[in-house]
């Protein structure tokens, strides 16, 4: 079954532990970017990927560090998380235009 | 830079009632238009889009047609659904660079 998988799907964390969720899809996709959903601000996006070894910063990068070592996976690394990080997290991989969307990360920094 | 620009609502309709929302955008070039739609609790899904102007996309009784001479990309469904409610955003995506997202509409339709 073609997919974007997320992990973990929720996560509790204190300010400042680093942490890193997973992305990953089966489908062969080339482009794969990170967003955040925020009530009233709609989705943002955080960083992007055209291609292995090839990242860009979309609208809110701070905060905020990405890889591309493997065509399947990009993983988000929150290096010091704060409390404005707390949000939705969705990551997406992309053929031709079109946005295939994984279940999404609740996360809450305390 | 690019941007989307769509109605907040919410939107609240009795069922079987006409259905438009509006979205509008700012960008460079030719983008491809989108329409994605999220249900409670899921990621979002793509609902339809179009890829250059004129172009009419349609998926689940919704329709959305690209027009470039007024930069809109509006949503309509003649007869909407308890099912259909949900959050639907607008998008553009230009070749090579980011994807842009309207901040959302929230549909809610009464039986």
């Known amino acids: 079954e073609a997919q974007v998988t997320q992990n973990p799907r929720y996560l509790i964390t204190v300010t400042g532990k680093k942490l890193t969720v997973t992305c990953s899809q089966n489908?062969?996709?080339?482009?794969m970017s990170w967003y955040r959903q925020d009530p009233g601000l709609g989705l943002r996006q955080i960083y992007y990927?055209?291609?292995?070894?090839?990242?860009d910063k979309g609208d809110v990068p701070e905060g905020y560090k990405v890889s591309r070592k493997e065509k399947r996976n990009f993983p988000l690394i929150l290096e010091s998380p704060s409390p404005n990080q707390t949000s939705l997290y969705f990551c997406?991989?992309?053929?031709?235009?079109?946005?295939?969307f994984g279940p999404g990360t609740r996360l809450l920094v305390l | 830079g690019d941007s989307v620009t769509q109605m907040e609502g919410p939107v609240t309709l009795s069922e079987e009632a006409f259905l438009t929302i509006n979205c509008t955008y700012t960008?460079?070039?030719?983008?491809?238009l989108f329409w994605y739609v999220q249900y409670p609790g899921e990621g979002l899904q793509l609902l339809l889009k179009?890829?250059?102007?004129?172009d009419k996309g349609s998926n689940k009784g919704f329709e959305a047609t690209y027009r470039k001479e007024t930069t809109s990309f509006h949503l309509e469904k003649g007869s909407v659904q308890v099912s259909d409610s949900a959050v639907y955003f607008c998008?553009?995506?230009?070749?090579?660079?980011?994807?842009?997202f309207g901040p959302g509409t929230r549909l809610s339709v009464l039986p």
């Open positions: 998008a553009l995506y230009n070749y090579g660079q980011n994807f842009v």
């Open positions: 489908m062969n996709h080339e482009y």
């Open positions: 179009a890829t250059k102007a004129d």
């Open positions: 960008a460079t070039g030719y983008p491809s």
């Open positions: 997406a991989s992309s053929l031709r235009g079109t946005q295939y």
């Open positions: 990927s055209m291609n292995v070894e090839v990242t």
